[in-house]
């Protein structure tokens, strides 16, 4: 069972180029959600999606795309990339009533 | 302006001592809390967590205490292990708000000194 999968691990952008980070869950989670996490600051919640066709913005969602076209896969896209979006990106997926479960973690630099 | 706040970024404690990680809230409306733990280069992990229904959920070494007249809980440790050196992170959400979105604190980098 491998649960949360999120890659690449780790990514170099340079200002201006665009990617998708790709996360694939195999729960059967209806929620899944991205978070940046940031010195500090915890973890801040990006886009989120309560199930397939279904996305919703979170705390911090400018500069981010997402799409939820199946159960399985909620890839996050940044448009545009800025030095101000270097962080570790968390995807996680829940079952209402649960906490989540987070992937490992993708460790973004925008240089 | 966060909702959620751990005010102590590092907590240094020996082993087999307590270790008492606290987290205060603003929001009235958050009535399910939750305690996470972090290791280096992995995703947070889910501990503990406690209903506003209650003021206390044990769960072997690990206790959450909830105080809500002062928005306040706290993550207790006992006795703490090397294996505990993590950063821990307190999070909050509205019961049967969409998508189970969690509000967390800024983390507490805890170190168990052998």
């Known amino acids: 069972n491998a649960g949360v999968t999120q890659t690449p691990k780790f990514q170099v952008l340079k200002t201006g180029q665009s990617m998708t980070l790709q996360c694939a869950q195999d729960m059967n989670h209806e929620y899944m959600s991205w978070y940046r996490q940031d010195p500090g600051m915890g973890l801040r919640l990006i886009h989120y999606s309560v199930g397939a066709g279904i996305t919703d913005q979170g705390e911090v969602p400018n500069g981010y795309n997402v799409s939820r076209s199946t159960t399985e896969d909620f890839p996050l896209r940044l448009l545009s990339a800025a030095p101000s979006q270097t962080s570790v990106y968390f995807c996680?997926?829940?079952?209402?009533?649960?906490?989540?479960?987070f992937g490992s973690g993708t460790r973004l630099t925008v240089v | 302006d966060q909702q959620v706040k751990q005010n102590s970024p590092s907590l240094s404690v020996q082993e087999g001592r307590i270790s008492i990680l606290n987290c205060d809230y603003t929001n009235s409306m958050f009535d399910y809390f939750l305690w996470y733990k972090k290791y280096p280069a992995e995703g947070p992990t889910f501990l503990i967590s406690?209903?506003?229904?209650?003021d206390k959920n044990e769960d072997g070494r690990f206790t959450v205490f909830l105080n809500k007249s002062a928005k306040h809980l706290s993550l207790h440790i006992v006795p703490s292990q090397p294996g505990d050196s993590a950063v821990y992170f307190c999070a909050a959400s509205v019961s049967g708000a969409a998508g189970n979105k969690l509000t967390f604190g800024g983390g507490t980098r805890v170190l168990v000194k052998p």
């Open positions: 406690i209903s506003s229904i209650k």
């Open positions: 996680a997926s829940s079952s209402p009533n649960y906490g989540y479960t």
